[in-house]
């Protein structure tokens, strides 16, 4: 209880203050140029999923806090909060903010906007975000009205928040777009409001959108409007559109392009990661991983599964393929939310993979010659080939068998994952928030985004027990307990831990890079 007492006392003092950086804004009239591998699939800060889309909408929308190059939330359109003493109740109190047609943005916003997603006929992936409110999944699921979600407005200042139980990262949580804002009276009266040629679209951040062009360029200008207008340093910022690393290359060379490669494109070529000096890397909160399908023979068998993840060689697949600063995982926490220290497991540990897949032949009564068939499941980007095929080698190697691989366009690919039509694929996730919950919770129920059909009794109620617990020490080792009874039964074979790489123009300045991958352009020069 102390530990969130302490982090609610900073995070008020942060709450109660606005910024009073005084910094001139950049001089230069023309744009910072980025560039993005398809359009986005939506401006409505609501609906996007994707790292590339959730970069655009923050730069054009303020949630009640806005994350910091230290990843803590920050004052944004919520000047100041009150929490009570059971943690329960945030009351949040709305500074003088307007959206970009002129409209106040007020509490009646929000709150629109929060029930709107988690309306059961609302197609949006992260509804889930908003289930630490009280009665949010609830209405979700149908199973009562949205009127009954903890969430009011009293006035056009004030919003009320009730929590169904303490969640110590609640203001880092609203600082995510899902919790953003949209105009309720543009949003109940203009069906695509947020897709081009967005006539429409009014926004409430740093930047406002110039044009839309598809498949070719979004273009945002600095929006006049925004309360901490005085701050924002571009002119405008523009969003490329194009697929094509190649292409893409040459115009950053060419200067006609002053950003290069992740959060907003595609993996860097590692061949131009080894020959440019310039290149730049940070860690990102995600894990890349092989994941199990614990309904379907042979991998219904958790010694079986930790076999094949023990016959990995990570480090191989970073030095030879990777080639960036990524960290090889033997859990499936990043290390900026780590529980355990110590690895779980030796990388590569090809002795115990071989006497845990003898064990499991003798117990089936299978030889090699009649173990059924593996087939690794992947979407064939340039990466996960390579990856793919130096973990068959290594498989085929360790066991003696011959593995197949399965390549299917990525469509096609997520739903058979989602229907469970694979043995064995590729996965990933980043976090949406700094907490081992944002990855624990992911394999909690055998979800879509798991999809590996795995449950444990013992490791719902560990995670179900935390929700409840506020001493921080007591919260970590109820955590650990579920973290160890995930990898022991490894549904899942954890690769390598995330870091984005990137090129940059040297003259681009103070562009915030957060852990959870997006990046954040409000503060961002062109000297």
């Not at 023309?30 to 996007?48: A, Q």
């Not at 273009?219 to 194009?242: C, E, G, H, M």
């Amino acid at each position: 209880m102390r530990y969130i007492l302490i982090q609610l006392v900073t995070l008020l003092a942060l709450l109660t203050f606005t910024s009073c950086d005084t910094k001139k804004d950049s001089n230069t009239h023309r744009p910072l140029r980025v560039n993005i591998f398809d359009d986005p699939v939506s401006l409505d800060p609501r609906v996007v999923r994707l790292i590339k889309d959730l970069t655009v909408v923050k730069q054009l929308f303020d949630g009640l806090t806005r994350i910091d190059a230290n990843g803590s939330p920050q004052p944004a359109i919520a000047k100041s909060v009150d929490v009570s003493e059971d943690l329960l109740t945030y009351t949040f109190h709305l500074r003088e903010a307007y959206w970009t047609n002129g409209d106040p943005v007020t509490a009646h916003d929000f709150e629109y906007a929060w029930t709107r997603v988690l309306d059961p006929e609302f197609a949006s992936d992260y509804s889930y975000m908003l289930y630490p409110i009280k009665n949010a999944k609830l209405a979700r699921e149908g199973k009562c009205s949205t009127d009954a979600v903890g969430v009011a407005a009293l006035d056009d200042r004030t919003l009320v928040v009730q929590l169904e139980a303490p969640t110590p990262y609640f203001l880092e949580l609203v600082a995510f777009p899902t919790f953003f804002p949209v105009n309720q009276k543009i949003d109940s009266q203009v069906s695509g409001w947020a897709h081009p040629p967005c006539e429409h679209f009014v926004c409430n951040g740093p930047f406002k959108v110039k044009e839309w062009k598809p498949q070719t360029e979004l273009a945002l200008v600095k929006n006049p409007n925004y309360w901490d207008n005085s701050q924002v340093r571009l002119k405008a910022l523009t969003f490329s559109i194009l697929d094509d690393n190649n292409t893409e290359s040459q115009l950053f060379e060419k200067n006609e392009l002053d950003w290069l490669g992740q959060p907003t494109s595609r993996n860097l070529p590692t061949e131009l990661i080894a020959n440019v000096e310039e290149a730049h890397s940070y860690d990102v909160a995600g894990t890349y991983w092989l994941k199990f399908n614990t309904d379907r023979e042979p991998f219904d068998q958790p010694k079986l599964r930790r076999a094949f993840s023990y016959a990995i060689k990570r480090d191989q697949i970073i030095e030879h393929i990777l080639q960036g600063n990524q960290a090889l995982a033997t859990g499936p926490l990043p290390p900026s939310m780590q529980l355990q220290t110590e690895p779980y497991f030796q990388d590569g540990n090809m002795k115990l993979a071989k006497k845990l897949f003898e064990e499991v032949l003798a117990a089936n009564g299978w030889t090699r010659e009649t173990f059924p068939k593996v087939v690794l499941n992947f979407n064939p980007s340039e990466r996960n080939t390579k990856i793919v095929q130096l973990i068959q080698q290594q498989w085929n190697k360790t066991f003696g068998i011959q593995v197949e691989l399965g390549s299917v366009e990525l469509h096609l690919y997520r739903r058979n994952i989602a229907e469970g039509k694979f043995q064995v694929g590729t996965g990933e996730w980043i976090a949406d928030f700094n907490d081992p919950l944002a990855f624990l919770e992911l394999f909690k129920n055998g979800n879509d985004i798991d999809a590996t059909g795995w449950y444990n009794e013992t490791f719902v109620q560990l995670l179900d027990q935390s929700l409840v617990e506020n001493d921080r020490e007591k919260r970590k080792e109820i955590l650990l307990q579920a973290e160890k009874i995930l990898v022991d039964e490894m549904p899942i074979a954890p690769v390598y831990h995330y870091a984005f790489d990137y090129v940059k123009k040297g003259y681009v300045k103070d562009v915030v890079l957060s852990p959870l991958g997006t990046a954040d352009f409000k503060f961002a020069t062109i000297e």
